[in-house]
């Protein structure tokens, strides 16, 4: 290796490679190989002896040290790899480095003395630290002003020239030390005054100087950091603020929250939108955030400051959300050199929003984008140092916590071989034995973040952690305790087997806990326990000996607290009252499954009596003084919430699914005391109770209703309103045994009671009863299907009542009523009667109702199943309805373009996209053709560029509604379609390439491949001609996805039939590639019914067939099969008037020509196979 260096032509970031002598020793050289970046150091260091330049080297130590923000001065180190006779060098070394040059340092050292002059001496190692660290730091402080002469021009050019010229020149031998003996503090020493007047940027600009371009920024700020020139005091940063630019942003963020001033914050807002163009924009709101104290000139007091860092901590949060990528490198490193700062800061809620922004670093940039943070958090949370204060340590789990939540999949990436979970796991069971409270309690939550998801760092220490869980059980701390029972509860899941031998010391310790009724919180995490292990059959039936433990509590737990009843806040007659907005929950729309693969549409669940809402939020999970940016004190609701109540009484179900008969045996001395208890708490939770072992207990129960109905119909007029709440929702769920009954006389005596009691409570004078009773009596339709058409009359009188009477939350559920009923009486709505009677009260809220209202989700949504339950009756509504509809879509398209270019303006709800397009999918379905095809034509704006439009929409419950609604257009209004297709097509074929789409439809199901697929076998029929410059595309497309086992069997039925119909209009383009998908075809046509469309895909597949036999030798016998399957009754034809009988004849007989041995081959079939083609196609 030379022992010169022209730094000329030196890159930066580029390794540097030196030698130098050892003093005193001049025949042993130290070989240096030092990497200098922005955000850290790595040097690598060997020794040479006597010239000689391919020895191997010695083994070595690798050492990372950062210095500690927490304690200034100090650093933090870790030993990645020792080895005895180097450890201690490289750990000196890397700290020395690490506080001096105040960015973490890797140091890699293999040096070897014991051939130096003196036999390698203490006295010589020294000397050789000294020569590394001057050589070293001399590099290092030279690289820094190379980069601010680059950056600042004018004046600093000849400042620098000066200090270079003091170096001796460019070209340096590194053999002569003597230039570098002055050390760094010569350096430092230097009057940077001047320095000044560059340091500083404006908010308020979109321009910026030479000094402020974002690499040079970068390397200024590095360069600043390492010399530590003091332009910020107590910080090692060269960024600072102008007083002017804070001050202004600072006030914008704090009338951003003035509520009272509406114009004073939607002027904040524009400015906060507008500051966004500046690339400081992040470096200021860091400072404000990470700066504990008030900044001289901002005339704030200690509490309107502190809201100020909290409004900057969620900006900058949600700018490194929106746009990572566009961050400059240089603000990136003084986010992440700063934000550690604030896990210390006296308010918990910023040391909270400090583990919120590291979180979404983490999430946006990656783990290596920041490699050094979890070793570091690790070492304040273990107290590494030995001086970390309990604040810092608390803040520092806090964000690791976060980063669990956040980044689960991350930590368990592969890197190099290593996966930081590996890691991350030990450290947070050890944990869990901090003298900390709030650190054993968030070392617990993260651990429960992954024991569900089976990861291996879990499974190997899961003994370990059963015993550090067992250690903690009787925690005096009630939140550590939750955790211990969310962990059991976790574990069920993914190892009951793990649990089984404990079972019977667990079942008394949740017990115990779920009786901490003074801490509701842990006894619901408790409760939720028997939910889990009811999932698991060897665990439930282990639960048996203990049922009369178990049963008791539950019931118990049943039962409204003074405190739930304080909290409801007493029961009124409020019918009359209008809603508060925060009274009528979100509605979503539902994507339209033009294919349902998955089944019938899930049931009314009846009410939500103790429905746990998946993916709500607990406020309990918070840190100490965060804020839930969802929570809403006039949102809260305390029969909305998942409370101890709720679960007892679904783990009492699922137990009743479970043990049946012995459940029920336990209960019924509780329900003969309770049903009639004079205190209505008590009355309430044995109808819940009752209620509750409906579904498992029904054969034993069915004994008991004829006595329990009648008294819980007489319980509908209780004078205690939750409890003829809970009687709608119990009575809802005995539905199927009055809708079972077959004597007129029981049907009488049981079911109308039950019927018109259900309706007569929709319109109880309090609001909360109406909607018990409406969503049980929409439970009750399902049931009961077309037995409800001979009380068409009478129920829809009391629907156009409750239309009349309703306030807006409970018009909700009637939408439901009537769609359930239009969906299981269907065509016998469709009586002038009844119409007559149904639509003016429909048409009335379609007409109150504005454009930008959420009622129209479910007054959409209900209009379709009307639409379709009416047939051509629905004629005369659908003009004035089809275009509102258009006129919506186009405005949501127009307003979404116009918020993707403006910031000031919101994104529109796409759930009005959804909901018109199942309209007009459905409107299009039941007109006679020439009345769709009228509506289609005349639409304003053009019906299908919108539909295109809504296709290529970034919201996958849109795109799925437009794919439904294009199929339906391929069958309803196809000539209208055609001139279309052109522009159609490619942004179909994008939709099926899963090379693009693949992670998106996993997370949803495959919901729009689904109906993209299905879509493209209804154009293939009507218009396969048209596709033809797409076959070989379209192939490609639907091979992949039929030869992807991601995809679920049912999508890749629809894929199957479109590919065979595909054949129908272009078997010769698609038969030369014939063996590439034909056992894909067949594969997916196996579980599919002999129906119109698998006939139509047969039909086109084998019209292909016909084309190249000979590509079907591999999968023969398959096709042969199938054929044979095929039942010649079923007459089926396609529109191409080809008879599948006859195809399928034409095919036996030319392979029968093509095969030598025919007959020797059939046998190759099962006998029931091969008699089904001999006698049907007389081989």
């Known amino acids: 290796m030379a022992e010169t260096i022209d730094r000329t032509g030196r890159q930066p970031g580029k390794p540097i490679e030196l030698a130098i002598p050892l003093p005193n020793a001049p025949q042993t050289k130290i070989y240096i190989r030092l990497t200098i970046s922005a955000t ?23 050492v990372y040290a950062l210095p500690d923000r927490v304690n200034p001065g100090q650093t933090l180190c870790t030993q990645l790899y020792t080895y005895e006779s180097s450890i201690d060098f490289t ?225 900058l949060k949600n700018n490194i959300r929106t746009g990572y990528k566009t961050i400059p490198e240089s603000s990136l490193a003084l986010i992440r050199s700063t934000l550690p700062l604030a896990l210390q800061d006296k308010h918990a809620q910023i040391r909270s929003y400090a583990g919120i922004v590291i979180t979404e670093i983490i999430k946006r940039g990656g783990i290596l984008a920041w490699p050094e943070l979890l070793p570091h958090l690790i070492d304040l949370v273990g107290n590494a140092s030995g001086n970390v204060t309990q604040v ?88 550590v305790r939750r955790q211990v029972c969310r962990a059991f509860v976790s574990i069920v899941e993914v190892r009951p087997d793990k ?42 039936k282990a639960l048996t000996p203990y049922l009369d433990k178990i049963i008791p509590v539950l019931l118990d737990s049943m039962v409204y607290s003074e405190d739930d009843i304080a ?54 999970d918070l840190d100490e003084g965060e804020i839930d940016e969802s929570d809403d004190e006039d949102d809260y609701n305390p029969e909305d919430q998942w409370n101890l109540r709720k679960c007892s009484a679904a783990a009492l179900d699922v137990f009743a699914t479970d043990f049946r008969g012995p459940v029920f045996e336990s209960i019924l001395p509780y329900l003969m005391t309770n049903l009639r208890h004079e205190d209505w708490p008590h009355r309430e939770a044995a109808v819940l109770a009752l209620g509750a072992v409906a579904e498992g207990c029904m054969d034993v129960v069915t004994p008991h209703l004829p006595d329990l109905v009648p008294y819980l119909i007489s319980l509908l007029n209780d004078t205690e309103p939750l409890v003829r709440q809970i009687t709608c929702w119990t009575l809802g769920r005995y539905s199927a045994w009055g809708v079972g009954l077959t004597d007129e006389a029981d049907r009488a005596r049981f079911f109308v009671p039950m019927m018109e009691g259900l309706l007569m409570k929709m319109l109880d004078r309090n609001k909360k009863v109406q909607e018990a009773g409406a969503s049980a009596f929409a439970h009750l339709e399902e049931k009961a299907g077309p037995q409800l058409i001979p009380y068409c009359n009478p129920i829809i009188r009391q629907f156009v009542r409750c239309f009349d009477r309703y306030k807006e939350k409970n018009m909700f559920i009637l939408y439901d009523c009537v769609q359930t009923l239009a969906e299981h009486v269907g065509p016998s709505l469709a009586t002038p009667e009844l119409i007559d009677l149904l639509m003016p009260a429909l048409i009335h809220r379609w007409r109150k109702v504005s454009d930008q209202s959420r009622e129209l989700f479910p007054l959409l949504e209900c209009l379709s199943y009307v639409a379709a339950a009416f047939g051509t009756a ?58 769709s095809a009228q509506l289609v034509s005349t639409a304003q704006p053009n019906f299908f560029e919108l539909l295109t439009v809504c296709m290529e929409d970034p919201t996958s419950d849109v795109r799925q509604s437009s794919y439904a609604l294009l199929g339906d257009c391929a069958k309803c209004v196809a000539p209208q379609l055609g001139p279309f297709l052109p522009n159609i097509m490619p942004v179909l074929l994008k939709q099926l390439n899963l090379a693009e789409v693949l992670e998106e439809q996993i997370e ?173 196609y007389n081989l």
């Open 874 to 931: 629905f004629a005369p509504f659908s003009p004035d309805i089809f275009a509102r509809c258009i006129k919506i879509i186009h405005q949501n398209l127009e307003d979404h373009a116009l918020a993707a270019t403006n910031p000031i303006y919101d994104s529109p709800d796409k759930d009005f996209l959804v909901t018109s397009l199942d309209l007009l999918s459905a409107i299009i379905q039941v007109l006679e053709s020439a009345e």
């Open 1004 to 1176: 949803n199901g495959f919901s729009v491949t689904n109906n993209a697929c299905w879509s493209l076998g209804e154009i293939a029929i009507r218009h396969g001609k048209v596709l033809a410059p797409y076959i070989d595309q379209l192939l490609q497309r639907l091979v992949d996805i039929l030869g992807n086992n991601k995809v679920p069997t049912s999508v890749n039925e629809n894929a199957g039939i479109a590919l065979g119909r595909l054949g129908l209009d272009n078997s010769e383009a698609m038969a030369p590639h014939l063996a590439l998908y034909a056992a894909y075809f067949l594969n997916s046509m196996d579980s599919v019914d002999y129906t119109e469309e698998k006939v139509s895909a047969f039909i086109g597949f084998t019209m292909i067939v016909g084309r190249n036999p000979e590509a079907m030798e591999s999968v023969l016998v398959h096709f042969f099969t199938s054929i044979a399957h095929y039942k010649h009754e079923f007459e089926f034809t396609t529109e191409h008037k080809v008879n599948l009988h006859t195809l399928f004849s034409q095919a036996l007989t030319a392979y029968k020509s093509l095969i030598p041995d025919f007959d020797g081959f059939l046998n190759q079939l099962p006998a029931a196979e091969q008699q089904a083609l001999r006698a049907t």
């Open 91 to 315: 750990t000196r070394l890397a700290k020395l480095l690490a506080r001096k040059c105040k960015i973490p340092v890797y140091v890699g050292n293999s040096m070897e003395f014991s051939s130096a002059g003196m036999g390698g001496t203490v006295e010589e190692e020294m000397a050789g630290f000294k020569a590394v660290v001057e050589v070293v730091m001399a590099e290092i402080t030279w690289d820094c002003f190379c980069k601010i002469e680059d950056i600042i021009k004018g004046a600093v050019t000849e400042r620098c020239s000066a200090v270079r010229a003091g170096y001796g020149g460019r070209h340096r031998r590194y053999h002569d030390l003597q230039p570098y003996k002055a050390g760094t503090q010569s350096l430092i020493d230097v009057d940077l005054t001047f320095l000044t007047s560059h340091k500083t940027s404006r908010v308020t600009e979109v321009g910026y100087s030479d000094a402020a371009n974002i690499q040079q920024t970068e390397n200024f700020n590095w360069a600043i950091r390492v010399v530590e020139i003091p332009l910020v005091s107590g910080s090692a940063m060269a960024w600072q603020p102008t007083d002017e630019a804070l001050g202004q942003l600072a006030g914008c963020l704090r009338d951003s929250t003035d509520g009272h001033d509406k114009a004073k914050q939607k002027q904040a807002e524009l400015m906060l939108a507008q500051a966004q163009n500046s690339p400081d924009i992040n470096n200021y709101l860091t400072y404000l955030f990470t700066n504990p104290d008030v900044p001289p000139g901002l005339p704030y007091s200690e509490i309107q400051y502190h809201t100020v860092r909290a409004m900057a901590s969620m900006a």
């Open 499 to 540: 649990v089984l031998p404990y079972i019977g010391g667990l079942v008394d310790y949740i017990i115990a806990q779920q009786k901490q009724t003074d801490y509701e919180d842990l006894a619901c995490d408790a409760a939720e326990f028997w939910l889990s292990v009811g999932e698991h059959q060897e665990l439930w």
């Open 567 to 620: 909290d409801l806040g007493g029961v009124i007659d409020d019918a009359e009252e209008d809603d508060r907005a925060e009274d009528i929950k979100p509605t979503f729309a539902r994507g339209k499954d033009a294919r349902n693969f998955e089944g019938e549409a899930a049931e009314n669940q009846n009410g939500d009596a103790y429905k746990k809402v998946a993916g709500g939020s607990d406020s309990d």
């Open 392 to 479: 810092a340590q608390e803040g520092a789990m806090s964000a690791l916590t976060k980063i669990c939540e956040d980044n689960k999949q991350l930590l368990d990436n592969d890197y190099q071989g290593q996966r930081p979970l590996n890691v991350l796991i030990p450290k947070l069971i050890e944990f869990t034995q901090s003298p900390i409270p709030k650190v054993r309690t968030l070392a617990l939550t993260s651990i429960n973040e992954f024991i569900h998801q089976k990861p291996q760092a879990i499974l190997v220490n899961l003994d370990v952690l059963l015993g550090h869980l067992f250690q903690l059980a009787n925690d005096p701390v009630t939140d």
């Open 40 to 62: 850290s150091i790595l040097l690598l260091l060997t020794t040479v002896f006597g010239g000689e330049t391919a020895t191997k080297p010695a083994l070595g130590s690798f």
